[in-house]
């Protein structure tokens, strides 16, 4: 380091050794001189906070969010997974690091169907299967004529009719199950609940399906119950024919 040169003589004063802030002699004049303490040249030496956030500044610490230079006073906070540093409140208000790739990234939302129309066969709009009027592909109920669709799935004007006029059957298909069911449980009906179950239940099959599982399940245990009763009485009247002729 090279000495420096006394204000009033200008003779060279050697700055070797000092460690902080001291009072030397000239060694001319004998006047005495403050000098500074001697610092790296390659890392200035921090002094205080001030100093500290300027040194920072140079070096560009800035948050990774709001891209703002720290300064002393500043309440930081740091990613416990990249070590990024970050004003508090920006990590706050983010939710998280704002560090691409890194696994403390705030979880971003899918676009959904709020904001991606939903569509069918590449359509946003149906035309309605009751009035034939264009609405959208996931309305589920006609906004024209009022009709009621089960699904947002498209569906041509014979499968809606198809579809209206078995729900209308369903309440008479529930009570006919019922009448089957309780009419196999007499014995002295089982013969009529156990046929009709058994003619009636094939042919039916399908539009049993739309209705819950207990109704198909009342059928069949109808079909068993009523033929099982009819097939015992069948037996006990064979085996009282045979006694009473014996």
């Not at 560009?60 to 508090?88: L, M, R, W």
Request: proline content about 8%.
């Amino acid at each position: 380091m090279s000495d420096l040169k006394c204000p009033q003589c200008g003779s060279p004063v050697s700055q070797t050794g000092l460690t902080s802030e001291a009072t030397v002699v000239c060694p001319s004049c004998q006047t005495a001189l403050q000098m500074p303490a001697p610092t790296s040249e390659k890392e200035p030496l921090l002094q205080s906070p001030s100093v500290a956030s300027t040194v920072q500044t140079q070096r560009g610490a800035v948050c990774a969010i709001c891209q703002s230079p720290f300064t002393h006073a500043d309440n930081k906070t740091t990613c416990p997974d990249c070590h990024a540093e970050y004003h508090a409140e920006c990590w706050q208000e983010n939710g998280g690091c704002g560090v691409y790739g890194c696994s403390q990234v705030p979880k971003i939302e899918q676009r959904r169907a709020v904001e991606i129309p939903v569509s069918y066969w590449g359509q946003e709009n149906k035309p309605c299967p009751s009035c034939g009027k264009e609405i959208l592909a996931a309305a589920v109920r006609c906004r024209h004529c009022g009709a009621m669709f089960s699904s947002a799935k498209p569906e041509d004007t014979v499968t809606f009719n198809q579809r209206q006029a078995l729900e209308q059957q369903l309440p008479k298909l529930k009570q006919t199950v019922v009448w089957i069911f309780v009419l196999s449980l007499l014995p002295c009906l089982a013969p009529i609940g156990g046929v009709w179950s058994l003619v009636w239940y094939p042919s039916h099959r399908q539009d049993l399906a739309a209705l819950p599982s207990l109704y198909p399940a009342l059928c069949k245990i109808a079909i068993v119950i009523g033929l099982g009763q009819t097939g015992l009485m069948a037996l006990m009247g064979v085996l009282y024919s045979f006694t009473t002729a014996g």
